[in-house]
């Protein structure tokens, strides 16, 4: 068994809407039955108990041991915590390999435990051992160091349930929530409204306490110290018990309350001084300690704290006890769980001394003991829900606090004997207030019930019916992408909109190009959905990123299938058929928008119509057959077509006709050229979908230009000496087939071509190329690329040639090694009233070529 290759699917992809990683395992014979492996089940039982869950159902499929790594993969992700459940292991044509895809929550995770399960495998193989505790435990610590912590996670909850796309930036808590000009971010619970101002001042414990003075909002008396004996005196002058912690600190680090000895302060003031160098002495507030969450000017929880304890039981030491409470598995280290784990610090044992206890004390049952004389999470204390008894005075206090300070998210920290009774009727106090505020207590509280807080947030953050979106576009098939992608982002740009488009050549936004080469894939996509400065966003699609990383995004509003070809890299990635082709493809019509997204198909391609059964959206059929059975349909459905009248293109739905003369189209040259016919039917469509005005989109059709500045390599016509020469970068037999029907409808004297073929193609789509032509052209100049994709010197023009062996029309063929070279050949000779093709490679030096020879030749 080997592992051939893996990789990473990070968005919607052929298998699921799963991120999710894909291997292709190899075997030595063409099956491996489990049953063919001696003691392998008992051995792979005896390594991984949990697999059992799974496992019986593979027993005898052919599948078995790829199906057990599948199993595994996912089991060893699952006994961690991951949220997985997705798995599928296919057999591949050879019937020696499979491919297995798994789900992941966490990509690092994933990779480890798919890892892990190849390993397991081997070593039931084998008779090997494999440690699985040490798998599990190296898994967890992974887990628990990148995935979102509880509050932050719980704000991407709440995103996701109101429909709202969101991507961590960082393998911290950054993270953004919606695409291009409608996307938010937060770090941690700080949104990008947060006032880096307001969050200075409250970092500075003792600036906070002088404003919130000011507005008359009760606060401990207290001041900086600089030393232990400074501490001291401070706190005598005070009166004690006092409180010391570090003047900017967070998270309870460094703060010892209730201090009533010398020892205690100065001790106290030492530990403080490790977090921060300033550190403040001030009053003791007695009572409970309470949190409240203010968000944008509203209460929406609160909760009671409580110090982290132990109840005796008459048996165990104190360190026992502790060691008890720590296996709940609630509780873990840091802030990534609900709880935080216990540690006896020197603070703890200093508390216990007090109370006359020690780490090896025996607690009495049911006696209580208090460990810490601070209730922080952070530090193992727990948390009860009062938001429903909190008085409104308090409501109102907690709401001052924080326009005060300028924070439109907090956690403000008070102590009082009661939370139903006004601060001023007790001795109660706003002790601190927080920045970025952890939700653990809110989310689930040790008693009570939990409340909405990372809802609220979202809710701040996004009006509702809000969800962050901008309209998005995808653009896939064989042909026509490029220049269906660059209409409709023609369209939306007259629709008033700052566009971000990505295609084959480049990526573009608002008009600008911000990147160069071939931008099709899903790394572009996610670029342009990035770019706050875009309000829609049209992506070419193409099926190499698909098949490698999936989809740049989770869903679209609008997919466009243009065609599906015959030889479009057929032979690579394992796809080796049109239809397996159309499979790849589909996966952008599975995640349009539900209900209220478009699917735009193409009726006269069998392949792209199949597709319409598995669009969760509404489609929208085009043909250039106005008789084409699946328009007929649709249009007694009173569902939107798009259809070829004479000369006329027809947009047609209930209630609804638009009609548009392909002499006001340029780009279809008065209709000459019927792919460009296609691709504007697909533009109308996707305009329709988006809901752009009918003005606008006829407007976008007659002002669209189609030249080598604004497509370049689509069909580029220029005037050389009054003869036609036309530049065009189709690559596949139906590309060429397209250029052969507009050629075609060209009138020339005769007919010339320049081209070469990609050597990563079949060897059969390379000479169907010179096939085709061969019947249609007067001259042929072959050249060889520069780049021969892992052909030999010569191969592709040796096919090629071959390709021409029964051509009915060409009468001269010959050979240039170097494209500039053979363009050059074809225009030496070339006469008023002919047509020159070249079939460009480098399209932009090709074109920059072509555009000197051209300049030249009206110079002389």
Same mark, same amino acid.
């Given at each position: 068994?080997?592992?051939?290759?893996?990789?990473?699917?990070?968005?919607?992809?052929?298998?699921?809407?799963?991120?999710?990683? *894909?291997?292709?395992?190899?075997?030595?014979?063409?099956?491996?039955? /489990?049953?063919?492996?001696?003691?392998?089940?008992?051995?792979?039982?005896?390594?991984?108990?949990?697999?059992?869950?799974?496992?019986?159902?593979?027993?005898?499929?052919?599948?078995?041991?790829?199906?057990?790594?599948?199993?595994?993969?996912?089991?060893?992700?699952?006994?961690?915590?991951?949220?997985?459940?997705?798995?599928?292991?296919?057999?591949?044509?050879?019937?020696?390999?499979?491919?297995?895809?798994?789900?992941?929550?966490?990509?690092?995770?994933?990779?480890?435990?798919?890892?892990?399960?190849?390993?397991?495998?081997?070593?039931?193989?084998?008779?090997?051992?494999?440690?699985?505790?040490?798998?599990?435990?190296?898994?967890?610590?992974?887990?628990?160091?990148?995935?979102?912590?509880?509050?932050?996670?719980?704000?991407?909850?709440?995103?996701?349930?109101?429909?709202?796309?969101?991507?961590?930036?960082?393998?911290?808590?950054?993270?953004?929530?919606?695409?291009?000009?409608? =996307?938010?971010?937060?770090?941690?619970? *700080?949104?990008?409204?947060?006032?880096?101002?307001?969050?200075?001042?409250?970092?500075?414990? =003792?600036?906070?306490?002088?404003?919130?003075?000011?507005?008359?909002?009760?606060?401990?008396?207290?001041?900086?110290?600089?030393?232990?004996?400074?501490?001291?005196?401070?706190?005598?002058?005070?009166?004690?018990?006092?409180?010391?912690?570090?003047?900017?600190?967070?998270?309870?680090?460094?703060?010892?309350?209730?201090?009533?000895?010398?020892?205690?302060?100065?001790?106290?003031?030492?530990?403080?001084?490790?977090?921060?160098?300033?550190?403040?002495?001030?009053?003791?507030?007695?009572?409970?300690?309470?949190?409240?969450?203010?968000?944008?000017?509203?209460?929406?929880?609160?909760?009671?704290?409580?110090?982290?304890?132990?109840?005796?039981?008459?048996?165990?030491?104190?360190?026992?006890?502790?060691?008890?409470?720590?296996?709940?598995?609630?509780?873990?280290?840091?802030?990534?769980?609900?709880?935080?784990?216990?540690?006896?610090?020197?603070?703890?044992?200093?508390?216990?001394?007090?109370?006359?206890?020690?780490?090896?004390?025996?607690?009495?049952?049911?006696?209580?003991? /208090?460990?810490?004389?601070?209730?922080?999470?952070?530090?193992?204390?727990?948390?009860?829900?009062?938001?429903?008894?909190?008085?409104?005075?308090?409501?109102?206090?907690?709401?001052?606090?924080?326009?005060?300070?300028?924070?439109?998210?907090?956690?403000?920290?008070?102590?009082?004997?009661?939370?139903?009774?006004?601060?001023?009727?007790?001795?109660?106090?706003?002790?601190?207030?927080?920045?970025?505020?952890?939700?653990?207590?809110?989310?689930?509280?040790?008693?009570?019930?939990?409340?909405?807080?990372?809802?609220?947030?979202?809710?701040?953050?996004?009006?509702?019916?809000?969800?962050?979106?901008?309209?998005?576009?995808?653009?896939?098939?064989?042909?026509?992408?490029?220049?269906?992608?660059?209409?409709?982002?023609?369209?939306?740009?007259?629709?008033?909109?700052?566009?971000?488009?990505?295609?084959?050549?480049?990526?573009?936004?608002?008009?600008?190009?911000?990147?160069?080469?071939?931008?099709?894939?899903?790394?572009?996509?996610?670029?342009?959905?990035?770019?706050?400065?875009?309000?829609?966003?049209?992506?070419?699609?193409?099926?190499?990123?698909?098949?490698?990383?999936?989809?740049?995004?989770?869903?679209?509003?609008?997919?466009?299938?243009?065609?599906?070809?015959?030889?479009?890299?057929?032979?690579?990635?394992?796809?080796?058929?049109?239809? *397996?082709?159309?499979?790849?493809?589909?996966?952008?019509? *599975?995640?349009?928008?539900?209900?209220?997204?478009?699917?735009?198909?193409?009726?006269?391609?069998?392949?792209?119509?199949?597709?319409?059964?598995?669009?969760?959206?509404?489609?929208?059929?085009?043909?250039?057959?106005?008789?084409?059975?699946?328009?007929?349909?649709?249009?007694?459905?009173?569902?939107?077509?798009?259809?070829?009248?004479?000369?006329?293109?027809?947009?047609?739905?209930?209630?609804?006709? =638009?009609?548009?003369?392909?002499?006001?189209?340029?780009?279809?040259?008065?209709?000459?050229?019927?792919?460009?016919?296609?691709?504007?039917?697909?533009?109308?469509?996707?305009?329709?979908?988006?809901?752009?005005?009918?003005?606008?989109?006829?407007?976008?059709?007659?002002?669209?230009?189609?030249?080598?500045?604004?497509?370049?390599?689509?069909?580029?016509?220029?005037?050389?000496?009054?003869?036609?020469?036309?530049?065009?970068?189709?690559?596949?037999?139906?590309?060429?087939?397209?250029?052969?029907?507009?050629?075609?409808?060209?009138?020339?004297?005769?007919?010339?071509?320049?081209?070469?073929?990609?050597?990563?193609?079949?060897?059969?789509?390379?000479?169907?190329?010179?096939?085709?032509?061969?019947?249609?052209?007067?001259?042929?100049?072959?050249?060889?690329?520069?780049?021969?994709?892992?052909?030999?010197?010569?191969?592709?023009?040796?096919?090629?040639?071959?390709?021409?062996?029964?051509?009915?029309?060409?009468?001269?063929?010959?050979?240039?090694?170097?494209?500039?070279?053979?363009?050059?050949?074809?225009?030496?000779?070339?006469?008023?009233?002919?047509?020159?093709?070249?079939?460009?490679?480098?399209?932009?030096?090709?074109?920059?070529?072509?555009?000197?020879?051209?300049?030249?030749?009206?110079?002389?």
């Amino acid at each position: 068994m080997k592992l051939i290759q893996s990789r990473v699917l990070r968005g919607p992809n052929l298998w699921s809407k799963h991120p999710s990683i *894909e291997a292709l395992l190899s075997f030595d014979k063409d099956t491996c039955l /489990i049953e063919d492996i001696p003691e392998f089940e008992s051995r792979l039982r005896e390594r991984f108990p949990e697999i059992a869950l799974r496992y019986p159902a593979c027993k005898h499929d052919v599948r078995a041991i790829a199906q057990v790594l599948e199993f595994a993969a996912l089991g060893l992700q699952t006994q961690i915590g991951c949220p997985v459940t997705f798995g599928q292991t296919i057999s591949m044509p050879d019937k020696a390999s499979y491919r297995i895809i798994v789900e992941y929550s966490e990509e690092a995770v994933g990779q480890l435990a798919f890892q892990y399960a190849y390993d397991l495998c081997i070593a039931a193989i084998k008779n090997l051992p494999f440690g699985l505790n040490h798998a599990l435990q190296r898994m967890r610590t992974l887990y628990e160091d990148i995935r979102l912590g509880p509050s932050t996670g719980a704000i991407v909850k709440a995103a996701i349930a109101r429909g709202i796309p969101y991507r961590r930036l960082t393998n911290g808590s950054l993270v953004q929530f919606g695409w291009g000009s409608k =996307q938010r971010r937060i770090q941690a619970t *700080e949104s990008d409204a947060t006032n880096a101002i307001a969050e200075s001042i409250v970092q500075d414990k =003792q600036l906070t306490k002088l404003l919130l003075q000011a507005a008359g909002i009760p606060v401990p008396l207290g001041r900086c110290v600089i030393n232990t004996d400074d501490a001291w005196i401070t706190a005598c002058e005070i009166g004690l018990p006092v409180v010391i912690k570090p003047k900017d600190g967070n998270h309870g680090r460094g703060v010892a309350v209730n201090l009533m000895t010398e020892q205690q302060v100065k001790l106290a003031f030492s530990l403080a001084a490790t977090v921060e160098d300033e550190v403040i002495v001030e009053q003791y507030i007695g009572g409970s300690d309470y949190r409240l969450l203010v968000v944008n000017g509203k209460v929406i929880a609160a909760a009671r704290r409580d110090p982290p304890q132990v109840i005796g039981n008459g048996i165990h030491t104190i360190n026992q006890l502790v060691e008890q409470i720590n296996r709940d598995p609630l509780r873990s280290e840091g802030h990534t769980n609900l709880l935080s784990k216990v540690h006896l610090d020197q603070i703890s044992l200093d508390y216990l001394a007090t109370q006359d206890y020690s780490a090896e004390s025996v607690p009495s049952k049911g006696v209580r003991v /208090i460990l810490r004389n601070n209730a922080n999470l952070s530090t193992g204390g727990t948390a009860t829900d009062v938001t429903d008894d909190v008085h409104p005075e308090i409501f109102a206090t907690a709401v001052a606090t924080a326009k005060m300070t300028g924070l439109d998210i907090c956690g403000i920290d008070i102590i009082c004997d009661s939370i139903r009774v006004p601060l001023e009727e007790q001795r109660g106090a706003i002790i601190e207030v927080n920045a970025a505020p952890g939700l653990r207590m809110h989310l689930q509280p040790s008693f009570g019930r939990g409340r909405a807080v990372g809802e609220s947030i979202i809710d701040y953050m996004f009006t509702p019916g809000e969800n962050g979106r901008i309209p998005v576009v995808a653009v896939t098939g064989t042909n026509g992408k490029t220049t269906t992608v660059r209409l409709i982002t023609h369209m939306l740009t007259l629709n008033g909109m700052r566009v971000g488009m990505t295609c084959t050549d480049g990526i573009f936004v608002d008009g600008d190009c911000i990147d160069t080469g071939d931008c099709s894939g899903p790394k572009s996509a996610k670029n342009v959905l990035f770019h706050p400065g875009v309000d829609a966003a049209v992506l070419e699609t193409a099926r190499g990123g698909l098949l490698r990383e999936g989809l740049g995004f989770d869903r679209c509003d609008v997919a466009v299938v243009t065609n599906v070809g015959r030889g479009d890299h057929l032979g690579l990635a394992h796809i080796n058929t049109s239809e *397996e082709v159309a499979l790849v493809k589909r996966a952008v019509i *599975e995640n349009v928008t539900p209900q209220k997204g478009f699917a735009i198909l193409n009726a006269d391609d069998p392949l792209v119509v199949k597709m319409a059964d598995h669009c969760p959206g509404s489609v929208i059929y085009f043909t250039q057959n106005n008789r084409n059975p699946v328009i007929l349909t649709h249009r007694i459905q009173q569902q939107r077509v798009i259809y070829l009248d004479n000369k006329t293109i027809v947009a047609s739905g209930a209630d609804i006709e =638009q009609r548009f003369a392909l002499s006001e189209i340029p780009l279809t040259k008065n209709g000459l050229i019927r792919f460009q016919i296609q691709n504007a039917m697909a533009a109308i469509a996707a305009g329709w979908a988006l809901g752009i005005d009918w003005t606008t989109i006829r407007a976008g059709l007659a002002n669209f230009v189609s030249d080598a500045q604004t497509v370049p390599g689509r069909f580029n016509f220029f005037d050389y000496r009054n003869a036609t020469l036309i530049a065009d970068y189709g690559h596949n037999p139906d590309a060429i087939e397209a250029l052969v029907d507009a050629i075609d409808n060209l009138p020339a004297k005769k007919r010339i071509i320049v081209l070469s073929a990609a050597g990563d193609r079949r060897n059969e789509d390379i000479r169907l190329q010179t096939q085709i032509l061969g019947d249609v052209f007067d001259e042929i100049v072959l050249y060889q690329d520069q780049c021969q994709r892992g052909r030999s010197d010569g191969e592709v023009l040796g096919l090629l040639r071959e390709g021409l062996e029964h051509a009915k029309r060409v009468s001269k063929v010959r050979e240039i090694h170097g494209e500039f070279k053979a363009i050059d050949t074809a225009l030496t000779n070339l006469q008023a009233g002919e047509l020159c093709l070249i079939l460009v490679d480098q399209v932009e030096q090709s074109l920059n070529h072509i555009r000197e020879r051209v300049a030249a030749a009206i110079g002389n």
